[in-house]
C-alpha cells in the first residue's frame, strides 16, 4: 500500500510503498552529515525511493543530484517522488547497476558521492524479506566494496564522498577506502540512545587527500529511557525543539 509522508513538515514530501524498504532515520542523518557548494554535481548510489537526493536538493540550492537505482519499480517511485516535488530540473534518477556506470558518469565527473548501501552480508540460504526490502539490507546487488570502487572512479580528485554504514564494519570501511585512493577526513558515531553502544556511524572521506580524521562528538537519537527524538534530531528532521 502506498503513503505519502512529509520529509520536511509541510515542505518535503515523498511517497512510500509496504512492499519496498521504507528509508530510515540513516538516510536522513546522513543527508543532513553532508556539505556541498552551490554547483556541485552529486552521485547517490543505491538511492532506493530518492529520499536522500529530494533531502539535498531541499537542503543545498544550487546543487545537481543524480541517484542511481537497479531496480526498475524504485527508480519509478523516485522520480514519482521527485515530480512531487518539483525538482526535476535538480534531480535525475537514473536505471543503472552501480558496479557498471561506465557508459553513465564519465570518469572523475562528480564533486562528491553520497550512499546509504546495505548493510549486511549475504549469508548462506535465502534471506526473509520479499526480493526488494531484501536487497536493501543484503549485498545483494552490490557489496561495500562495489559502492567505494564505483564512488573513487565517479568522484574528481579532491572530492568528497558521504557514507553512513554499520559501526562493526569500520575497519573494513576504513581499509577500503584507502584502497580506492580515499582518506578519511571526518566521522560522527550514532547511538540509539546514551550508554548504548553505536550502531551506524556517518563518514566524509576525500579522494586523493593526506591521512588526518576529525571524530566529532557522537549523536544521539532519542532521548534516555524514551522513544522521543532528541533535541538535535528533531531540528535535522525540521520539528520544533
Same mark, same amino acid.
Given at each position: 500500500?502506498?503513503?505519502?509522508?512529509?520529509? +520536511?513538515?509541510?515542505?518535503?514530501?515523498? +511517497?512510500?510503498?509496504?512492499?519496498?524498504? #521504507?528509508?530510515?532515520?540513516?538516510?536522513?542523518? @546522513?543527508?543532513?552529515?553532508?556539505?556541498?557548494?552551490?554547483?556541485?554535481?552529486?552521485?547517490?548510489?543505491?538511492?532506493?525511493?530518492?529520499?536522500?537526493?529530494?533531502? !539535498?536538493?531541499?537542503?543545498?540550492?544550487?546543487?545537481?543530484?543524480?541517484?542511481?537505482?537497479?531496480?526498475?519499480?524504485?527508480?519509478?517511485?523516485?522520480?514519482?517522488?521527485?515530480?512531487?516535488?518539483?525538482?526535476?530540473?535538480?534531480?535525475? +534518477?537514473?536505471?543503472?547497476?552501480?558496479?557498471?556506470?561506465?557508459?553513465?558518469?564519465?570518469?572523475?565527473?562528480?564533486?562528491?558521492?553520497?550512499?546509504? %548501501?546495505?548493510? @549486511? %552480508?549475504? /549469508?548462506?540460504?535465502?534471506?526473509?524479506?520479499?526480493?526488494?526490502? =531484501?536487497?536493501?539490507?543484503?549485498?545483494?546487488? =552490490?557489496?561495500?566494496?562495489?559502492?567505494?570502487?564505483?564512488?573513487?572512479?565517479?568522484?574528481?580528485?579532491?572530492?568528497?564522498?558521504?557514507?553512513?554504514?554499520?559501526?562493526?564494519?569500520?575497519?573494513?570501511?576504513?581499509?577500503? !577506502?584507502?584502497?580506492?585512493?580515499?582518506?578519511?577526513?571526518?566521522?560522527?558515531?550514532?547511538? $540509539?540512545? %546514551? /550508554?548504548?553502544?553505536?550502531?551506524?556511524?556517518?563518514?566524509? =572521506?576525500?579522494?586523493?587527500?593526506?591521512?588526518?580524521?576529525?571524530?566529532?562528538? =557522537?549523536?544521539?537519537?532519542?532521548?534516555? #529511557? $524514551?522513544? !522521543?527524538?532528541?533535541?538535535?534530531? #528533531?531540528?535535522?528532521?525540521?520539528?520544533?525543539?
Amino acid at each position: 500500500m502506498e503513503e505519502t509522508h512529509y520529509l +520536511i513538515e509541510n515542505e518535503l514530501k515523498i +511517497i512510500q510503498n509496504d512492499k519496498y524498504f #521504507k528509508f530510515g532515520t540513516d538516510s536522513v542523518l @546522513l543527508a543532513n552529515f553532508a556539505e556541498f557548494r552551490p554547483g556541485d554535481k552529486v552521485v547517490d548510489l543505491g538511492t532506493g525511493s530518492g529520499v536522500i537526493p529530494l533531502l !539535498l536538493a531541499y537542503k543545498n540550492s544550487g546543487i545537481k543530484v543524480s541517484g542511481v537505482e537497479i531496480q526498475s519499480p524504485l527508480v519509478e517511485l523516485a522520480r514519482r517522488n521527485v515530480e512531487i516535488n518539483n525538482l526535476k530540473e535538480r534531480v535525475n +534518477i537514473i536505471e543503472a547497476d552501480l558496479c557498471s556506470l561506465e557508459d553513465v558518469f564519465a570518469a572523475g565527473s562528480a564533486d562528491a558521492v553520497i550512499s546509504n %548501501p546495505p548493510y @549486511l %552480508p549475504v /549469508q548462506s540460504g535465502e534471506t526473509k524479506e520479499n526480493k526488494f526490502i =531484501a536487497a536493501a539490507r543484503h549485498e545483494i546487488h =552490490a557489496d561495500i566494496k562495489d559502492v567505494i570502487k564505483a564512488a573513487s572512479r565517479v568522484i574528481k580528485f579532491g572530492g568528497n564522498f558521504y557514507l553512513v554504514y554499520r559501526s562493526w564494519r569500520l575497519t573494513e570501511v576504513i581499509e577500503l !577506502l584507502s584502497r580506492y585512493n580515499f582518506q578519511a577526513k571526518k566521522m560522527r558515531f550514532v547511538h $540509539s540512545r %546514551p /550508554q548504548k553502544e553505536s550502531d551506524i556511524f556517518l563518514m566524509k =572521506a576525500k579522494k586523493g587527500a593526506s591521512p588526518g580524521l576529525r571524530v566529532d562528538p =557522537a549523536l544521539f537519537i532519542y532521548k534516555e #529511557k $524514551s522513544n !522521543l527524538y532528541t533535541d538535535e534530531v #528533531k531540528e535535522i528532521y525540521g520539528e520544533d525543539c
